[in-house]
């Protein structure tokens, strides 16, 4: 079984921080395509930043210099350092993995980052 948690979700003021993280609650290793996506209300699902299992990371445009992707292999955790929020990245975030490299991603439940202005 696999299932990604997600936490560290909140509300901040524009220029504040927050960390995310997302640990595998199963007991199947989920290291694929390991990432992070968000959905703002009314907006479709859209990728923020993700990390291979080589430890090369990928970020959207809109968050590049601000957020940070990181690994902890021995922990099954993946963390999201979100730093300068602004109110445009208020959405639910959402972890994802893969068992296998081309298996189905597996999503967790979401957290919640609201960003006042």
């Known amino acids: 079984q696999v299932q990604p948690v997600e936490s560290g979700g909140g509300s901040v003021q524009a220029g504040g921080s927050l960390r995310l993280s997302c640990t595998n609650a199963?007991?199947?290793?989920?290291?694929?395509?390991r990432g992070w996506y968000r959905q703002a209300p009314g907006k479709e699902r859209e990728f923020v930043s993700g990390?291979?299992?080589?430890?090369?990371?990928t970020y959207a445009d809109s968050v590049k210099g601000r957020f940070t992707i990181s690994q902890d292999n021995a922990k099954s955790t993946v963390y999201l350092q979100m730093n300068s929020l602004k109110p445009e990245d208020t959405a639910m975030y959402y972890c994802?993995?893969?068992?296998?490299?081309?298996?189905?991603?597996?999503w967790g439940q979401g957290t919640q980052v609201t960003v006042s202005s």
């Open positions: 990390i291979g299992t080589d430890g090369i990371t």
């Open positions: 199963g007991d199947i290793p989920c290291k694929y395509n």
């Open positions: 994802t993995c893969r068992i296998t490299r081309y298996g189905d991603y597996i």
